[in-house]
């Protein structure tokens, strides 16, 4: 069985690679001539641990290939996976018109009967808008208007770990609906991911409304398990107690489970907003109203928000004349992935705010800038405050304030002691909670975390810091003082 993969983004390019690994003959097709280019040259346009690898050793054994030639893509699947984007519209639904391009793309070159796979995370109703695209194309062509199928099989994976997710999955959602091709396509779609059910079958089948739906369920009960803490984390800081006692206070009930359950400064990337926005949008449509979902979303909108916030209590409102270090640009480790991270509205506040930035991040640099210039494409002087360093200690350099945005490795245990010396304020907002506040303390770092204990925050005196901060000043019980 041959696989054809349409979209070579994060999602395309990790199943074409981990399918080829499998000893299936695989073509990548994208429209983005420059990326199918770098391909060709062996290069990955992303940075995803391990792909490099897996698509080298599948490309030299001819078992992998990329192309921008739709024609020759369509002829050479048997499976045909659309893996294209589906970024928000204006009104946040999400938006099909790559989806559909696609569709009508394998519409206008299909020849025999193709197995359409949907891998993009789309709304449900999509698979029937994709297959009457193809339908009108066949049928424009005067062909059949049945040669094909058109099932759901969601994507899982994460950035980051998105070959093991790939190659180890928890569970492969598979939506086939009843018809003339439903006992070929299941067939199909076994042989497929035969590998991983050896051991015992990880695939759930189910019609394809229940499979698209089931993508955008498991974002919101993730996306709301961290917008959940997020809330205990703010509630613990006013009163004084730990987020990170509660966290595993609560997650060791194995009705819950430990995982997802990290306070910080707010979720991003490409799916988590995108997809609880998709949602809402969509039950909108059909008069229902999400409000756990859309108050998942307003949480962690504030929540990107509270580093800075914190500062501000501290500094004030003018920032002019300080210097904020940044660690941590993409918008979880392990990626240069930079869509809709934390960092970007963090460097948005600190420069409206007359600071100067200074940033570093292990392998986000040029997909920040890319996206920084994006941002400011109005006001590019702004960026002039804003620099990236290439060393996590050079960003520190006289700086009065350091913000943990992204848990990178390198930022787990850091020379703290040469920290203390190279910031001229050495004060930590700790957006990730990696570090132990009680260690810095007797460092003598000021410190702060998400939802962590007060009472162990020490003070340094700035010019113009607030004379009362309720959310940050402590009692020596631990009971926040409000002003
Ligand atoms: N990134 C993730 O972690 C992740 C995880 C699970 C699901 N998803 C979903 O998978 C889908 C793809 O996401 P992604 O992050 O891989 O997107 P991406 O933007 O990284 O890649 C999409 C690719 O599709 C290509 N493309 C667009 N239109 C095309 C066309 N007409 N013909 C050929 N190529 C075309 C683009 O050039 C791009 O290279 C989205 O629906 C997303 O929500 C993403």
Redesign the pocket.
Known sequence: MKVTV????????VTGACLSDLGFKVVC????EE?IRALHEGQVP?FEPGLKEVLSRNRADGRIRFTTD?CEAIEHGDILFI????PPSEDGS?DLG?VL??AA?IGRHLKGFKLVVN????PVGTADKVRATISHELMSRGMMPDLFDVISN??????GA?IDDFMRPDRIVVGVDQGPHYARSQRMMGDLYASFNRHHSRTVWMDVKSAELT?YAANAMLATRISFMNEIANLADVLGADVDHIRRGIGADTRIGHSFLYAGCGYG???FP??TQALVSTAKAYGQNMSVVHATEQVNARQKLILVDRLLQRMGQDLTGRKIALWGLAFKPNTD?MREATSRVVIRQLLARGARVSAYDPVAGSEAMKALRHDFAGDLNALERFELVSHEMQALESADALMVLTEWKNFHNPDFVAMKTLMRKPFILDGRNLYNPEALSELGLAYQGVGRRNDLVQFLTFENEQETVPSLRASASGVAVHA
């Open positions: 349409i979209g070579s983004g994060y999602v395309g390019l097709l994208d429209k983005d990326k992303i739709a893996a294209v984007g589906t999400a790559h391009a696609v793309l891998k993009s995370t789309v969601p994507e899982f994976l994460k950035e998105a993508k990337g490409s799916c995108k997809d992935d």
